[in-house]
């Protein structure tokens, strides 16, 4: 905000010049508008909405704060978290990656069918899968000693593959991402279904299942009036996918905030011209930034699988990315690059996560929920220009 | 129990203060989460769960899961940590079936799963129609005809469209069709199999391509009677979509027993159709979680199996009334 935009009362001096003095109520309201603008720039001004949204909520919907059902916010938080982590780093160099979705299905059908306990041959045997990696006994990891890390390591090691197809296509054949990873969501998500023939790959072992599902520390508020506390009582406080979340997203954030590729990434994001003559890999930069975001989504499979207890070449498919890149543009991620926390993401899942579950207890339908969180992230665009103009502001 | 017939005799009956269900003493919650309500078969059942629920003084939370899987199980999750009393589920397959079943008991809340089985059946309610006998029954039919038709030693071309084989229900189809087909294996050529998905635009994308491939085809049976009006738009430009009693007749079958399929029946275009009884899946699945509900039993594990039967031009006369899409058709389901 300028001088000159505020109210004020002149003052005439000898000379002929003339001081501005603002009045009493000009000054309250510069303050007021200053104190919005620096909430609207802050880091964690998404959470405060989310806890606004929250706290208001309550009185309409009191199940909203009841153990449970923030156990469920919670659980529901960490699979989507760790595929957005990926996600802040590609939008953040002003590209976007529309193939996280297949890469969770096709990354979800590798673990499964090398990972699967036993294999049907009713269901399966138009697979091509089945007869060359599956078969009745499971897949050729199942029971194995170092099976399950070799099984997760695959997993990745498809995510890391694709990531890096779609950076070498952006960095050195000069195609845009939108394109290129639109191929991507199309040609995996089809090779992933073919695979299968669009079956899903269970029983997969209960080590894996864990990482999915697995509770470490459970609690249970209240009194024990019973002999048995109904395990519905019992509520979910630190689980597997929440430490592999918290893990993913903390390497993240040390990797974009504290390390040289991370001032990289911003400095492609912001000019990309710019950042060559500055002598910054931009080529490899831009390759490493959709590997990590592939590589998310593969981590991202092993959570929504484990807790599906199945491999689903369809995981993936739908409303994720809107649900993905929704939660990673809320947050306060720019779409035009240059600009992204992985604690924004954090705070933009927290509240995506939140959003849904609100709806859904208000008992709206499925169109409903799309259509308010369509809504929500068009907001979110529209904030993202604001913000990115009132900084503007500030820094000249 | 007096088993739910129709909606109107339903509604009529809640009227007059017949008791259609075993009703908990106190009104329950009940969460009705089903993955999408694209066919009529689908939109019947919806109708049929909810409105009588609601007759009955309960309360209905409805979750739709848009056929995501995950969406489902959050969904379902969402309303165990609501505290519903129990849930009714139409689950998107097999599979996350069974891992949604194994949630709710895992919470101690009762569920019963409506005509979609888990492919693990030893936990929950699950209603299920007896696909295997039901479609055998309506092949029978179809093999019948061919046969009475065909020319001595003549061998005939079938196919058939094939459901997502994720789900079982699909599974029960195909094997009674082959059943049914391997019953005269000599007169029949190897079935053409076309994959659905349980799609529509699937079927159409891989019909088109059986029949341009195979256009001597004598018999078809569709794994779901939402696929009569893509086999039409497949059939009719080629000339393959006559009633019956007209040259180039193909007899043609499926399975569900909606109000298009009665229809069809009717104008001669469709054969025989295996019908699921709708009504008394409802009534089974409703009696059953209320109950389990009113005894406080948190895990019921029970196969409910709706034995259905097959409406064929022959027996349409007297079995018409039986076919719940016949009863939509008569009360102008198709007209709306």
Known sequence: MNEASTTAVGTAHRDGATTVAPSRAGLVGERLRRRAADLLLSDYFILYVSLAYFIILIPFLPTLSNPANLANILSNMWPLLVVAVGQTFVLTIGGIDLSQGSVVGLASVVGAALLATAGSEAVMANAPLWGLVLSEQGGPLAGLPRGLAIGILAMLLTGLLIGALNGVSVAYLDMPPFMVTLVGLIVIGAFAIWLTQSENIRPLPDSYVQLGKGQIVSVYLGEQAEPRIPRREIHAFITYPMLIAVGVALAAHLLLSRSVFGRYVYAVGSNRRAAEISGVPVKRVIVAVFMISALCAAAGAILYSARLEAGRPTLGEGAFLLDVIGAVVIGGTSLFGGKGKIIWTCFGVLFFVLLSNTLNLMNLSSFHIDMVKGGVILAAAMLDVWRTRLLRERTT | ?336
């Open chain 2, 1 to 336: 129990m007096k088993p739910i017939t129709t909606l109107a005799s339903a509604a009529l009956a809640a009227v007059a203060g017949v008791p259609l269900l075993a009703t908990p003493a106190t009104a329950a919650t009940i969460c009705f989460a089903f993955q999408d309500l694209e066919t009529e078969f689908w939109v019947a059942g919806h109708t049929a769960i909810t409105q009588t629920l609601e007759e009955e003084g309960h309360t209905v939370i409805e979750r739709n899961a848009n056929e995501d899987a995950n969406r489902q199980l959050e969904q379902v999750r969402d309303c165990v940590a609501q505290g519903v009393d129990g849930i009714i589920i139409i689950p998107q397959d097999g599979e996350s079936a069974v891992t949604i079943v194994k949630e709710a008991q895992e919470n101690d809340v009762p569920i019963a799963v409506f005509n979609r089985p888990p492919s693990d059946l030893s936990r929950g309610i699950i209603v299920v129609a007896d696909n295997e006998t039901i479609a055998e029954q309506a092949v029978d039919f179809l093999v019948e005809q061919a046969l009475a038709e065909a020319e001595d030693g003549q061998t005939l071309q079938p196919l058939i469209l094939v459901g997502d084989l994720g789900d079982p229900n699909a599974v029960g189809r195909k094997n009674g069709f082959y059943n049914a087909i391997e019953k005269h294996a000599d007169r029949f050529e190897t079935p053409i199999e076309v994959a659905t998905e349980w799609d529509a635009a699937t079927a159409l994308a891989n019909l088109e391509a059986a029949v341009t491939a195979n256009p001597e085809i004598d018999l078809i049976f569709t794994s779901s009677d939402f696929l009569f009006p893509t086999i039409r738009s497949v059939l009719e430009p080629r000339g393959m979509w006559q009633p019956r009693g007209e040259p180039g007749h193909v007899l043609l079958g499926g399975l569900d027993g909606d109000a298009t399929a009665c229809q069809l029946i009717k104008e001669g275009f469709v054969d025989a159709t295996g019908v699921q009884d709708l009504y008394f899946e409802a009534d089974a699945a409703l009696t059953a979680i209320l109950e389990a509900i009113e005894q406080g039993e948190y895990q019921p594990n029970e196969v409910i199996e709706d034995p259905g039967f097959a409406l064929t031009a022959d027996n349409l006369g007297e079995r018409e009334m039986d076919m719940w899409g016949c009863v939509l058709l008569a009360e102008g389901f198709l007209d709306r």
